[in-house]
Structures are given as structure tokens and as C-alpha cells.
């Protein structure tokens, strides 16, 4: 897309000056262009530089290269085509560009800083914080390191021995066991069988002496009767049969004791001592099991509270070496961050900054953007790709090309605080090129270009007067001059397209005065309407608007002075009342709304 504005057709020269009550056309509150191809209001471009006419007509309207030349009183409708251009300020910042941040523990205390502009290459110097306090709490944490460990030592030693006392016990346990199970297995397998043997032979025994006492005792008797023994020795032979009988008695008594009462009462001895040992051995076990674990966590709590103390260390000791920070790599040096501008006088050797404030950045000027904001009512009208010249200040004499490159999705909110009804959308705009002369940081003025009004009826938009709703253009018929309504549609800050009122070849005048004025129509039937001139484009970014008399200063070689404030009087400030109470005031297009603006 060309970016080369068309020229004006040449100029009517006039020698005649206005009379001193010329009206001089003061900046007013936009009134928006009719609608066009269902598209709504339409936002025409930020205003350029104008010069009012004062006196002897001079004016000036200038977009780029092209201007209304400053003689000229009336003007020839013609066709022609212009560019739609959307002027925003903004601000210049490298591509890419590399943050030095505070990353301290609860912000840190600017020692030494690097001067802001210097040139630095990888490993150098940039910033030193206070690392005093990191120093104390680090020789803290070590004391308590030390004491961490000499604990984990004290837990483990604790920890051996149990488990030595521990392995004794329950050896002894297991043998206690073993030992019981053996007493029964000896009882049941050999005691046991053996005394019973013994007891039913001694039963055995008995019965056979008691037989031969008896025996014996019989045979004394018949002894006795025949006179072979006397009476002593069978009364011998009788004591030793009831003897006998007696043991004999004695000895199944004690078969039968053992049988009933001693068998059970060592059976069950023998089995409650293996029961016992293999309980206290369970017992034992357990135990030893229940302070093993004791001692593990112990252990491992002990271990926690060292590695704590050791990863405090460890980040004590990152932080101490974060409190000298050297550049990345190759750049110049730039206080604070260029999206918090504000932050920029919380840098400075003294200065505490937070933990995560960007301290410097380190820019590339290889490649540079420019950064604007652009008024929510004209975001629709930027899109990705389209073509940008951008001014910077201090390079003023070049322009520098460049592409739009990305459009905020969401309203930036940087400035809420000042004015939280203002949306704009962050617009980043590519410079062409490599290392251009600019500076991150520095202003600049975007002049993006919308697209092209091709081949149209238009005329210079001071030319456009309006009351309320309605615009009018002052026509030139013969020798007479009069009020044509006109409807108008897209402009720039130079012409403004004229759908209908008049037609090519017509010739309208671009310098009234008062009487002219007086001639349009009463706007008493719209409350609050007031009728405007198109001396400026109402914009938030509109750059400073010349008076005339110092445009003509500038342009004829005489002293050259600031641009006028809009609140100092001027010499004009009484034509300039007279106009307005008449209610003549220039057409402005809005560039901040979709309504039609009243009053």
C-alpha cells in the first residue's frame, strides 16, 4: 500500500486579507461522520498540525507532505483520492530485551549500580546488593547444621545398640523355645514310658512276692501242724505274707496314681512351658520390632531436619551470590522496566527494591518496536500487517518504516488508575531494519495507515461547517456566497469525502467570516447544538494545534516560538468569541465514539 499522500490542486492566490474580525476557528468537540456501508460512525484519522485562518487568511493543513496552501480562500471540489492515517503516540523499546531482577529474599538494599547508557558485554558489572544480613543468617543455619548432624549421629549409635539388644533377646527367647519344646518331647517320648514301665514291673513284682509269701505261709502252716517248725517261725512266714499283700496294694496304688494324676500334671507342665517360651518369644520380637521403628523415624526426622537446615544453606548461599549480578551478555543498560516507567526513580544506589522488581534491563537494539496505545473506538480499524512510519523524537528530520505486528487481545489496564473508563488496546508496531539510531524508551509517533479513500468528491475539512447533526459548506454562485448542506463520509486530517451538496467543478469558500456564519440555519430545534468548523480532528494523542499568526512567522523566516497553549488569550480571542456566541464552530470528526456527539 502506497503511503505517498496525493497533492492538492493548485492554488487560488488572493491578495485581499480578511477584515480583523475574521473568525479565527477555535478546537471544538468532535461530531462524527454520517454513516457509510453499515459500518457505523466513521472514526476518520488523528489530527496533524493546523493553522487557523487569521487576518489575511492564512491557513494551513498539513498530513505528511501534503498541505492546503496557506493563501488559498476558496477551493475547486474535485475528486481525488487520500489516505486514512491513524496517528498514535507511543513509546520505542527493543525486540527483544533481557531483565536483571531482584531476586533476593524479601528485596535487597542497592549497594553499587552501574550508570544508566553504559555499554557492557557479557560477565560485567551491573549491580551489587547488601549481603550482610544473608551473611548472619547463613552462619546461623551452619551452627544449627552442625547440631543437626551431631543429633543424626546420636540416633543412629541408639538405633545399633537396640538392635544389638534386640538380636540377643530374641536368641535367648528362641533357645527358651527350643529348650521347652525339647523337656516335653523327652517327657512324652521317654519319661513318661519309662515310668510306667517301671511302675507296672514294680506292681508286677509285688504280686509275685505276695504269691510266694502266701505260698511260703501255707506251707509253714502245714509245718506247724505236723510238728516240723515251731510256732516263731510260722508266725515269721505270716509276717512276711502280709507283707507282701501290703506291697503288693502299695504298688498298684501308686501304678494307678501315676496313671491318673502324675501323667496329666507333667504332660501339661511340659506344654505351657512351650507355649510360654513361644509367647515371650512373640513378645520379644514385637518389641524389638516397635523400637526399631522408633528408631528408624527417629532417624529419618533427624535426617529431615538436617537436609532442611542444609537446603537453607544451600538457598542462603544462591542468595548471597545473587547480591552481585554481571550482564548476560552484550547491551546497553536501562534503569527499571520500560512497561512501569513509573518504578524508574526506585532505582538508585540506597534504594531497597522488592524481591521480582526488574532492577535494569539489558536491551538488543539489533531490532526495535514501537509500542502504542490505541483508543478502543479505533482498534477495529488496526489490524496486523498494515503499514506504519513512525517519528521519533529527536530524529524528527527521518521517519522510519515499520508493520504492525500485534494487537493487545484485552484492554491494557496501566493506566486504569488515572482514568479507568479510558480502554486502549497495546499496539506493537516492527521497525524495518537493523540497528537503527533510536533508543529504547524514547517517544514515538506512529502514523499507521488504515487504507485508501479511491477516487471521491471530497474537500478540505475546514471547509465543513456543522449545527448539531447537519454540515454545510459556503458555495461560491457568481459574486455570492451561500450555505449548502452536505452530507459527509470518510476523511483524513486534511479532506473529508461529500457523498452529496455539491458537485465537481463547484467552488467553496474556505476563510468565513461572521456574516457568513449568521447565515446558516437556526439549530435552536436540536437542544444543545452549536455550529463547527473542521480546524482539528478531536483525538486524545492530537499533537499541539498552531495559531496561525506563528505558523506564518515560522513559514516567513521571522522568530519561531513554542506552539500556543490553548489556554493563553491571543490577539484574535475577541473574533474568536464573537464566532462562538453566533454559534459558528468548526466540524471535528470523533475518533472516541460511535454516537453522534450533541452540543
Known sequence: MSTELPKPPPPRKSDDRM???????????????????????????????????VGGAYLVLRSGSETVSDSMTSYEVVRRSFPIVLEEKGTLKAATSTNIVCDIEGGGKILKLIPEGDAVQEGDFLVEFAGDKIEEKLQAERARENEAQNALVRSNTDATTHQHESTKKIRA?????????????????????????DAEVALENAENELLRAEQEYEASKTLAEKGVITGPDLLKAKIVWVKAKADKAKTKLALRSLNDYTHDKDQDEKESAVHDAEEELAFVKQS???????????????EMALKLFQEKIKRLEEQLQKTTITAPGPGIVVYGDSDQPWQRD?????????????????????????????????????????????????????????????????????????????????????????????HPGG????????????????????????????????????????????????????????????????RIRLAVDESLVAMLPDAEDEPGARVETSTTLASANAPEVETSAKR????HGESETAPD??????????????????????????TNTDEPAEG
Open 443 to 506: 517517544t514515538a509517533k506512529a502514523r499507521i495507515f488504515i487504507g485508501n479513500v479511491e477516487d471521491v468528491l471530497c474537500v478540505p475539512l475546514q471547509a465543513v461547517f456543522s449545527r448539531g447533526r447537519r454540515h454545510f459548506v459556503f458555495k461560491e454562485t457568481g459574486a455570492s456566497v451561500e450555505p449548502v448542506e452536505v452530507t459527509v463520509d470518510r476523511s483524513n486530517d486534511v479532506y473529508v469525502e461529500i457523498t452529496s451538496g455539491v458537485d465537481q467543478g463547484d
Open 19 to 53: 477584515s480583523a474580525g475574521a473568525v479565527k476557528r477555535p478546537p471544538v468537540p468532535s461530531v462524527p461522520h454520517a454513516p457509510v456501508r453499515g459500518r457505523g460512525w466513521l472514526r476518520a484519522s488523528v489530527a496533524a498540525l493546523i493553522a487557523i485562518p
Open 288 to 302: 524389638a520390632q516397635d523400637n526399631t521403628k522408633s528408631k528408624l523415624a527417629d532417624i529419618e526426622a533427624k
Open 346 to 438: 526506585q532505582i538508585g544506589e540506597g534504594k531497597t527494591v522488592w524481591k521480582g522488581t526488574v532492577v535494569l534491563q539489558i536491551p538488543d537494539l539489533t531490532v526495535m518496536h514501537a509500542v502504542v496505545r490505541v483508543h478502543e473506538s479505533k482498534a477495529d480499524q488496526v489490524k496486523v500487517g498494515q503499514q506504519v512510519e513512525v517519528e521519533a523524537e529527536g530524529s524528527k528530520d527521518r521517519t522510519f518504516k515499520g508493520t504492525v505486528m500485534k494487537i493487545g487481545a484485552l484492554p491494557d489496564t496501566q493506566n486504569r488508575w488515572l482514568n479507568p473508563d479510558v480502554k486502549e488496546y497495546e499496539t506493537e508496531i516492527k521497525l524495518e531494519g537493523e540497528n537503527l539510531p533510536l
Open 552 to 555: 506564518v512567522e515560522s513559514e
Open 173 to 197: 527367647a528362641r533357645r527358651t523355645v527350643t529348650q521347652a519344646k525339647l523337656d516335653l518331647e523327652k517327657y512324652t517320648e521317654a519319661d513318661w514310658p519309662q515310668q510306667l514301665a
Open 565 to 590: 497553549d490553548p489556554s493563553e488569550p491571543t490577539d484574535d480571542t475577541d473574533a474568536e468569541s464573537s464566532a462562538v456566541a453566533e454559534g459558528a464552530t468548526p466540524l471535528a470528526v470523533d
